[in-house]
Structures are given as C-alpha cells and as structure tokens.
C-alpha cells in the first residue's frame, strides 16, 4: 500500500514537469455505433376544399375623378353581388388598385413626341368559395357582373393540419419498412430511431378544368389535390 501510494506521488510530481504540449498522442475520436439512413414518403389525394376567383373592373376616361367613381361603382356592384350569393366579407379581399394616365404619341412631329392623355383606373378582387359544389354558380354570377375581367377557379385545400400529421407517421413507416429490408439482407437487427429529419412537403396541385358544352351553367371538376410527405429517418442497427 505504501508503494502504491509513493509510485502515484511520483507520478503526479513527473506529470508537473513534463512538457505534455509537445507530447504526440495520436488521432483520439469517438466513433458512433452502427446507423442505416433511408428515405420514407407518403401521398394521399384530398378533394379540393376551396376555390378562389379574381373579378376585376377596368374604365379609361379622359377625366380622373370619373374614372375612379365609375369603377368603383362598379366594383361595390360585385362586391354586393357575391354577399347576396353568399360569400363573407372576410372571404373577399381587394386585390390591386391601379390609377394611371395613358400616353399618348405625336405623330405630327419628328421625332415623335408624347403627351399625357385620358386615365385608366382598375380595381381587383379575389373571392374564396368555401363551397364548391357552387363553383358554376359563382362562375356564372360574375360573368353576369360589370366586371371586365374574370379569372378562376383556382382549386385548393383548405385545413391539412390532421392530413399532414397523418402523412408524416406514415412516412416515417415508409423508412422503417425499407431499413428493415435492409438489415434483413445484411444480416442485422434494426434498432430504435436515432434522428427523423422533415423533407419537401408537396403542396396543393392545380388539376385542369373539364369544360363541358352545357346548356347552362359552367360545368365545372372541383377535382382532387395531392398531398405528399418525405422523410430522412436514421435507425440503429445492431
């Protein structure tokens, strides 16, 4: 015991005086366990929630303020139009106001010279349509409007919080079904989930319209929206 204790006394001592930063100690690192890293997907197709519309008023006039209060006029017009459809207010959003002078070219001069002449003023609306069984409905209210330009239905999901969550757990299975393949082929065991990495989430994908020949109506496909889901999942394998 007494030699035990003198040997670590002179080694704390040698350890004081010698020079450990020129000391050449190798390459130390700790090396991880073994890991397998796959790539789990998941899609599934969802009926379209909602459809968006732009219903648009342009007016050129060579008198600003005539300009402005004709399309406004006429866009408080459809805008009372689709709230008697049905639509609420918060579900219809100014888009874009536009208020400019067109020019005008000289040609009786050389060169060319130009000059102010007459406004054109635009307004924009979207509208959402929560409802899409009444996509035609709507589509035949606003061709029946003032309005100049109409575009739409944009088609799109509304609420995919419970979808995406579904989708991930389904993702993650995806990868553990593939690891499994894997370490079964390699002759080992899969083991637990070490990291699970979110990849590209697909959004909504707009489907062509199937425009029929109907005698009334727009005949119109809500159609479907597919959701995807990818995941990098990184397993233990003993």
Same mark, same amino acid.
């Given at each position: ?127 959402? %349509?929560?409802?899409?069984?009444? *996509?035609? !409905?709507? +589509? ?6 003032? /309005?100049? =330009? $109409? ?38 065991? %899969?083991?637990?989930?070490?990291? *699970?990495? !979110?990849? +590209? ?6 489907? /062509?319209? =199937? $425009? ?27």
């Amino acid at each position: 015991m007494v030699f035990a204790i003198g040997l670590a006394g002179l080694l704390l001592v040698g350890a004081y005086f010698v020079p450990w930063q020129t000391k050449n100690w190798g390459k130390i690192e700790f090396l991880p366990g073994s890991t397998i890293t796959v790539t789990g997907e998941a899609k599934r197709e969802e009926a379209s929630q909602i459809a968006t519309f732009t219903a648009g008023v342009s007016v050129t006039n060579e008198d600003q303020n005539k300009a402005v209060n004709e399309v406004n006029t006429k866009a408080k017009a459809i805008i009372d139009a689709v709230k008697n459809f049905g639509i609420d207010e918060a579900d219809i959003q100014t888009q874009n106001i536009s208020i400019y002078q067109i020019p005008e070219v000289e040609i009786q001069t050389f060169p060319p010279q130009t000059r102010e002449s007459g406004w054109r003023v635009s307004n924009s609306i979207v509208i959402t %349509l929560r409802n899409v069984d009444r *996509v035609s !409905e709507l +589509a035949d209210l606003l061709a029946g409007t003032q /309005a100049t =330009e $109409v575009s739409g239905p944009n088609f799109a999901l509304d609420d995919t919080s419970a979808a995406q969550v579904d989708l991930l757990a389904q993702a993650i299975e995806d990868a553990r079904t593939k690891a499994q393949k894997v370490a079964e082929a390699s002759g080992r065991k %899969l083991g637990k989930i070490i990291t *699970v990495t !979110e990849g +590209a989430s697909g959004g909504p994908i707009f489907r /062509a319209l =199937e $425009v029929g020949t109907a005698d009334s109506g727009v005949p119109i496909e809500p159609g479907t929206e597919t959701l995807s889901k990818a995941v990098t999942v990184v397993f233990e394998l003993k």
